[in-house]
């Protein structure tokens, strides 16, 4: 090792000694522009001004960077070089991060390659720290990202007591054109009390075959089991889910039969007033006064509103079956929730950076990085989902 380096990593720790992990953010920061800074050199064939015929280019200053890292946000300096022809230096240690990060800036990058680039475009490459970037560059690290992404995605499952199932559509260019996809995703529960993300796919619609697919795919990686399914109501999922999963009780989702029963609703008064009624429904002891509370509620429309109380007569039952379950598992298993906030909402906050998805390959990249990074999470949790001793109780 060079004096040059010697002598930083004795600041470094120099700096442990006198401030302790009360600076670690600095102190990673510093440790990690050493890393890049040797990533240079390999790049390059060279050391810091070393005189080599083997040199590919030469040391061109840092660019300034805000990273978020476990230990807080820092900023970096990352390095540059020039006079190497096409291909740009880009530290690997800054995809390394993030398998979410990461997927976004793959998805940017591609659309940089591609010549779609727009001010948008630009301003999240600048953002990321990217320049520019290679297309051997790009597939090189899509190569490593898809081949993690898609063996977790393969991977086998088991017995699922429990399955949410939902969609997301997000904007992707396909066939030159911008067409809205479907991300079809899915929740189970199993023996051990945890929830699991078990899949994802990218669909160009939720109609039967895509469905029937994706639910076909659970079961070729060995799902087993299901008891009950919760979902909203969506012709395409209702057929698929009868074909390929037919024994399982289906609960329909009360809040969006909720949402439903609103646009119903003849006038805006009854709107108002129609989400209370319901949960007078939903949060009734029993099955038997869940149905005694709805049917009071169909006869008190039946004069004022007959085609809402037609509706909430022929629908609201497919929200019931929730009740047939322990209570202590109802509250977990009444809507589809779970798939809402934890995966739906995040695919949201993350995908607004690319706003249109270059191809199915960028979409399905970070939208599986997105639910690996929240299945990870569950998995670290301690406290039970479900608790199945329950059922007995």
Same mark, same amino acid.
């Given at each position: 090792?060079?004096?040059?380096?010697?002598?930083?990593?004795?600041?470094?720790?120099?700096?442990?000694?006198?401030?302790?992990?009360?600076?670690?953010? *600095?102190?990673? =920061?510093?440790?990690?522009?050493?890393?890049?800074?040797?990533? +240079?050199? &390999?790049? @390059? %064939?060279?050391?810091? !001004?070393?005189?080599?015929?083997?040199?590919?280019?030469?040391?061109?200053?840092?660019?300034?960077?805000?990273?978020?890292?476990?230990?807080?946000?820092?900023?970096?300096?990352?390095?540059?070089?020039?006079?190497?022809?096409?291909?740009?230096?880009?530290?690997?240690?800054?995809?390394?991060?993030?398998?979410?990060?990461?997927?976004?800036?793959?998805?940017?990058?591609?659309?940089?390659?591609?010549?779609?680039?727009?001010?948008?475009?630009?301003?999240?490459?600048?953002?990321?720290?990217?320049?520019?970037?290679?297309?051997?560059?790009? *597939?090189?690290? =899509?190569?490593?990202?898809?081949?993690?992404?898609?063996?977790? +995605?393969? &991977?086998? @499952? %088991?017995?699922?007591? !429990?399955?949410?199932?939902?969609?997301?559509?997000?904007?992707?260019?396909?066939?030159?054109?911008?067409?809205?996809?479907?991300?079809?995703?899915?929740?189970?529960?199993?023996?051990?009390?945890?929830?699991?993300?078990?899949?994802?796919?990218?669909?160009?619609?939720?109609?039967?075959?895509?469905?029937?697919?994706?639910?076909?795919?659970?079961?070729?990686?060995?799902?087993?089991?299901?008891?009950?399914?919760?979902?909203?109501?969506?012709?395409?999922?209702?057929?698929?889910?009868?074909?390929?999963?037919?024994?399982?009780?289906?609960?329909?989702?009360?809040?969006?039969?909720?949402?439903?029963?609103?646009?119903?609703?003849?006038?805006?008064?009854?709107?108002?007033?129609?989400?209370?009624?319901?949960?007078?429904?939903?949060?009734?002891?029993?099955?038997?006064?869940?149905?005694?509370?709805?049917?009071?509620?169909?006869?008190?429309?039946?004069?004022?509103?007959?085609?809402?109380?037609?509706?909430?007569?022929?629908?609201?039952?497919?929200?019931?079956?929730?009740?047939?379950?322990?209570?202590?598992?109802?509250?977990?298993?009444?809507?589809?929730?779970?798939?809402?906030?934890?995966?739906?909402?995040?695919?949201?906050?993350?995908?607004?950076?690319?706003?249109?998805?270059?191809?199915?390959?960028?979409?399905?990249?970070?939208?599986?990085?997105?639910?690996?990074?929240?299945?990870?999470?569950?998995?670290?949790?301690?406290?039970?989902?479900?608790?199945?001793?329950?059922?007995?109780?």
């Amino acid at each position: 090792m060079d004096r040059n380096k010697d002598t930083a990593i004795e600041a470094v720790l120099e700096q442990l000694i006198e401030h302790g992990p009360g600076e670690i953010a *600095s102190l990673f =920061a510093r440790v990690f522009e050493m890393a890049m800074q040797v990533e +240079r050199e &390999r790049f @390059l %064939g060279a050391s810091h !001004y070393a005189r080599t015929e083997d040199r590919r280019g030469y040391a061109n200053g840092y660019k300034s960077k805000r990273l978020d890292t476990p230990a807080g946000t820092v900023n970096i300096q990352v390095p540059k070089t020039a006079g190497h022809g096409d291909e740009p230096f880009y530290p690997q240690s800054l995809e390394r991060g993030r398998r979410s990060v990461r997927a976004v800036m793959l998805a940017v990058a591609e659309m940089y390659i591609k010549g779609v680039s727009t001010r948008d475009v630009e301003a999240v490459m600048r953002e990321l720290g990217i320049e520019s970037l290679s297309s051997s560059q790009v *597939s090189r690290a =899509a190569k490593l990202l898809d081949d993690e992404l898609e063996a977790w +995605r393969r &991977r086998p @499952l %088991g017995e699922i007591k !429990y399955l949410i199932i939902d969609a997301r559509y997000e904007k992707m260019r396909c066939g030159g054109i911008v067409r809205d996809v479907a991300v079809l995703s899915a929740i189970g529960i199993g023996p051990d009390e945890r929830r699991r993300v078990i899949g994802i796919s990218v669909a160009l619609s939720e109609a039967e075959v895509h469905w029937r697919d994706f639910l076909e795919s659970l079961v070729a990686r060995g799902m087993r089991g299901v008891d009950f399914i919760v979902s909203d109501d969506h012709a395409g999922l209702r057929a698929a889910r009868r074909a390929v999963l037919g024994g399982a009780t289906w609960q329909r989702c009360q809040f969006h039969l909720a949402q439903n029963a609103i646009h119903h609703a003849p006038n805006a008064e009854i709107r108002k007033r129609i989400g209370a009624d319901l949960r007078g429904v939903w949060n009734a002891s029993t099955l038997a006064q869940a149905t005694t509370t709805l049917a009071e509620l169909v006869a008190g429309y039946r004069s004022t509103a007959p085609k809402l109380a037609d509706w909430l007569e022929q629908n609201v039952p497919q929200g019931l079956a929730v009740f047939t379950l322990p209570e202590d598992h109802r509250r977990r298993l009444r809507t589809s929730n779970p798939i809402e906030r934890s995966i739906q909402q995040e695919l949201k906050r993350r995908t607004v950076k690319v706003r249109v998805f270059p191809s199915e390959d960028a979409l399905l990249r970070l939208a599986t990085a997105i639910l690996v990074e929240i299945d990870e999470k569950w998995a670290s949790e301690t406290k039970a989902y479900i608790k199945w001793e329950c059922q007995n109780g």
